[in-house]
């Protein structure tokens, strides 16, 4: 997944590309608005509002005007008729200065996971082997045969469907399908992942990590 962050300020720059770096996204940096209008496409961008250039609300604007990719805007503004103008002039979500990095992961996760996430997939499909993932309806089949689940296992899911094969740890999964901060017991996880695992009909879906977490893969 390739992550356009669009931020001026290099000591907030550098370490975020790092962490998200760290969490197995791709990223390229744009220090302005402009570089921002002229970047390649990616999967998601990351827009502060603060830009040396051009209003981030413009850029905002310029960017939905020509593309459906999912845009989380960053500020340090906390009043209300900016977030509502943000989203109204297409961003996805926003998270308001300072924020926490997990937090932020969350939400990249969360609003990809809502739009479908890659552009050679039907919007909103998701297609792995027998089993197919409809965000749009929150429909999931096998072999064609739908699969009846529980609002939180249908965003157990989901959330490790948006990187097949890659291992998901417990404490983001735990952020993302519950609450970053959840205080209940984490036992809660393994009881809906193993009524996933048994609605799918093979536990080779899900493989757990010892120590770590779960990881989905199309069963050999």
Not at 46 to 53: A, E, I, K, R, V
Not at 128 to 133: D, F, V
Not at 147 to 166: H, Q, S, V, W
Request: hydrophobic residues 40%; charged residues 30%; aromatic residues 4%.
């Amino acid at each position: 997944m390739k992550i356009l962050v669009v931020e001026d300020d290099d000591s907030i720059a550098e370490p975020l590309l790092d962490g998200l770096h760290r969490e197995g996204f791709a990223t390229t940096r744009a220090a302005t608005g402009a570089a921002a209008l002229e970047a390649d496409p990616h999967d998601l961008i990351l827009l502060d509002l603060g830009l040396p250039d051009i209003d981030g609300k413009d850029v905002c604007r310029k960017i939905r005007e020509e593309s459906e990719v999912p845009i989380i805007v960053v500020t340090a503004r906390g009043d209300e008729i900016d977030r509502v103008v943000l989203l109204e002039l297409g961003a996805d979500d926003y998270v308001v200065k300072p924020f926490g990095f997990r937090e932020l992961v969350a939400r990249i996760r969360a609003v990809t996971r809502r739009s479908g996430g890659g552009a050679d997939q039907t919007p909103g499909i998701q297609e792995m082997g027998a089993l197919t993932i409809d965000r749009r309806t929150r429909r999931v089949t096998i072999a064609g045969e739908e699969i009846p689940l529980t609002p939180k296992e249908f965003d157990l899911l989901a959330m490790l469907a948006e990187d097949p094969g890659a291992v998901r740890s417990r404490e983001d999964i735990m952020d993302e399908v519950w609450d970053p901060h959840w205080y209940g017991p984490t036992k809660t996880l393994d009881v809906h992942m193993a009524a996933l695992r048994k609605k799918l009909g093979n536990p080779d879906w899900i493989t757990t990590i010892r120590g770590v977490g779960f990881r989905l893969e199309v069963p050999a």
